[in-house]
T-cell receptor, first 113, second 111 residues
Framework: DADVTQTPRNRITKTGKRIMLECSQTKGHDRMYWYRQDPGLGLRLIYY???????NKGEISDGYSVSRQAQAKFSLSLESAIPNQTALYFC????????????FGPGTRLTVL | QKEVEQNSGPLSVPEGAIASLNCTYS??????FFWYRQYSGKSPELIMF????GDKEDGRFTAQLNKASQYVSLLIRDSQPSDSATYLCAVTHSSASKIIFGSGTRLSIRP
């Protein structure tokens, strides 16, 4: 089945460490997204990419960076992790049609101590 | 004002009844509307999308859209305990570049 995968699924790290979260997809979609989810705040967009050469900031990009290594791979980095980046992180993809429905990976639970 | 608003709940509905979930949005240029279901600790799963005024039915689910009132709803008929989850309303921004999510309504189906 065409799918969206994320690694790692769980990560505990310390303040100041650099962390990379990876996302891969076999759906053949052009568009990829990174979200974080905090209790009561819903899904907030961090970065999105419409193709390998296109990177766009979302509503909460400070403290994060991304890399689109290929059509199928989109990585999120926390250069120097801080405790308020503790959250559930989701990668999503979409085909890029005018309806733009998105499909989500299983998520990465990140804890910054 | 949030761009997409939902009542956080919890909404408690008896098994077999109709659950009604509501969502309002602020961008009049919004074009596509989505309902996602999310179980605790899991990823959002697309249930339905709608882009024309009126109703769209898929099995036990009906999405309703009223663009004049900027209102979209999801009805779940014959509610089952497995429907207990958080339901996220999402709206495509008028630029069509991204989706804006509501914070979700927690639904609980009681036996």
């Amino acid at each position: 089945d065409a799918d969206v995968t994320q690694t790692p699924r769980n990560r505990i790290t310390k303040t100041g460490k650099r962390i990379m979260l990876e996302c891969s997809q076999t759906k053949g979609h052009d568009r990829m997204y990174w979200y974080r989810q905090d209790p009561g705040l819903g899904l907030r967009l961090i970065y999105y990419s419409f193709d390998v050469k296109d990177i766009n900031k979302g509503e909460i990009s400070d403290g994060y960076s991304v890399s689109r290594q290929a059509q199928a791979k989109f990585s999120l980095s926390l250069e120097s992790a801080i405790p308020n980046q503790t959250a559930l992180y989701f990668c999503a993809t979409s085909k890029g049609s005018s309806y733009n429905e998105q499909f989500f990976g299983p998520g990465t639970r990140l804890t910054v101590l | 004002q949030k761009e997409v608003e939902q009542n956080s709940g919890p909404l408690s509905v008896p098994e077999g009844a109709i659950a009604s979930l509501n969502c309002t949005y602020s961008d009049r240029g919004s074009q596509s509307f989505f309902w996602y279901r999310q179980y605790s600790g899991k990823s959002p799963e697309l249930i339905m999308f709608i882009y024309s005024n009126g109703d769209k039915e898929d099995g036990r689910f009906t999405a309703q859209l009223n663009k004049a009132s900027q209102y979209v709803s999801l009805l779940i008929r014959d509610s089952q305990p497995s429907d207990s989850a958080t339901y996220l309303c999402a709206v495509t921004h008028s630029s069509a570049s991204k989706i804006i999510f509501g914070s979700g309504t927690r639904l609980s189906i009681r036996p």
